[in-house]
């Protein structure tokens, strides 16, 4: 089956910067949308941003004018640069593909910002 893979989390510290990266193994062809969703232990999934196949993008209003969100959503890949990191943007990032109703999700990649 097709899988999403992400990259690029890692450890930084507050102010710095860091870029994920997601690709699909196969090609999900039809895809309409990607985005990026992080969770915390104990909460729920949230949204962080999102390109659609048309190219325009939306934000978390937490992260509004600090990430930039880009890639091919026909091509199956995105991206996520995160500027100005701050501690409470630690969690796990997954990549998510939607085609139709139908969701794809990554296995998540942590980004652990410290104080």
């Known amino acids: 089956q097709v899988q999403l893979v992400e990259s690029g989390g890692g450890l930084v510290q507050a102010g710095e910067s860091l870029r994920l990266s997601c690709a699909a193994s196969?090609?999900?062809?039809?895809?309409?949308?990607m985005g990026w969703y992080r969770q915390t232990p104990g909460k729920q999934r949230v949204l962080v941003a999102t390109?659609?196949?048309?190219?325009?993008?939306n934000y978390a209003d937490s992260v509004k004018g600090r990430f930039t969100i880009s890639g091919d959503v026909a091509k199956n890949t995105v991206y996520l640069q995160m500027n100005s990191l701050k501690p409470e943007d630690t969690a796990v990032y997954y990549c998510?593909?939607?085609?139709?109703?139908?969701?794809?999700w990554g296995q998540g990649t942590q980004v652990t910002v410290s104080s």
């Open positions: 998510n593909v939607q085609k139709g109703l139908n969701p794809y």
């Open positions: 390109i659609l196949s048309g190219g325009s993008t």
């Open positions: 196969g090609r999900i062809w039809g895809a309409n949308a």
